[in-house]
């Protein structure tokens, strides 16, 4: 248990749905991530918030539209996405006093048909 | 660009022996942090090990240790004595500073099965 949660934990949605991820963490953490972790691929970052602005967009689609309402939370909008966005999305939070090391949450295993 | 190279895509390791999982990065950086993480089937990022660019000795922590070698840009995971639970996803993964917030770049991961 890192202390960061991700909801659900595994979705399947159509690619004329909208659905959100939600990621939590109650570490006391300023900066928030979202992953995506494709079969046999490196993690690719997506995005990042720190202190609750977004800080860099790693030229993700606009299907996917993330949120940080406040330090403890953060969600990923999705819509009209694609078979390829199907993927392990994980979420996670680190502060500078931890040294860089971030924390992760068991992710969302996505599918999408 | 940060890169972060794990040429083992599998690995078998007889139960309580140890176990080296390879490593190795590329930056311009003069200052960056390197970590292991492991991913049991689960799907959650387990962290294990830190090094900092600027530690003059190797990482330890309790069965797990990093061969950081800096001329050579490789920072090797070891594992002693392994163990059945220690079979998993490892993923080598460097921290760029970045105003403030530090972003990973991770490797493609290795994946390590511990044979009873």
């Known amino acids: 248990e890192t202390g960061v949660t991700q909801t659900p934990r595994h979705l399947v949605m159509g690619m004329t749905n909208k659905k959100s991820l939600k990621c939590e963490q109650h570490?006391?953490?300023?900066?928030m991530y979202w992953y995506k972790q494709s079969a046999k691929k490196p993690l690719e970052l997506m995005f990042v918030?720190?202190?609750?602005?977004?800080?860099e967009n790693n030229s993700v689609p606009s299907r996917f539209s993330p949120e940080c309402p406040n330090s403890s939370h953060l969600f990923l909008h999705l819509h009209t996405l694609q078979p390829e966005d199907s993927a392990l999305y994980l979420c996670?939070?680190?502060?500078?006093?931890?040294?860089?090391?971030?924390?992760f949450g068991q992710g969302t295993r996505l599918t999408v048909v | 660009a940060q890169k972060i190279t794990q040429t083992q895509p599998g690995m078998f390791v007889q139960e309580k022996e140890a176990v080296t999982l390879d490593c190795t990065y590329d930056?311009?950086?003069?200052?960056?942090?390197l970590f292991w993480y492991k991913q049991p089937s689960s799907g959650e990022m387990i962290f294990l090990i830190y090094?900092?660019?600027?530690?003059?000795q190797n990482a330890t922590e309790g069965r797990y240790s990093l061969n950081f070698q800096k001329a050579r840009k490789s920072a090797n995971l070891v594992i002693s004595a392994s163990q059945l639970g220690d079979s998993a996803m490892y993923f080598c993964?460097?921290?760029?500073?970045?105003?403030?917030?530090?972003?990973?770049?991770f490797g493609t991961g290795t994946r390590l099965t511990i044979i009873p």
């Open positions: 996670a939070s680190s502060h500078p006093g931890t040294g860089g090391k971030a924390f």
């Open positions: 570490l006391g953490h300023n900066a």
């Open positions: 918030y720190s202190l609750e602005e977004r800080v």
């Open positions: 930056t311009s950086d003069p200052s960056y942090g």
């Open positions: 090094q900092g660019s600027y530690d003059q």
């Open positions: 993964a460097m921290r760029s500073p970045n105003f403030g917030n530090e972003k990973l770049t």
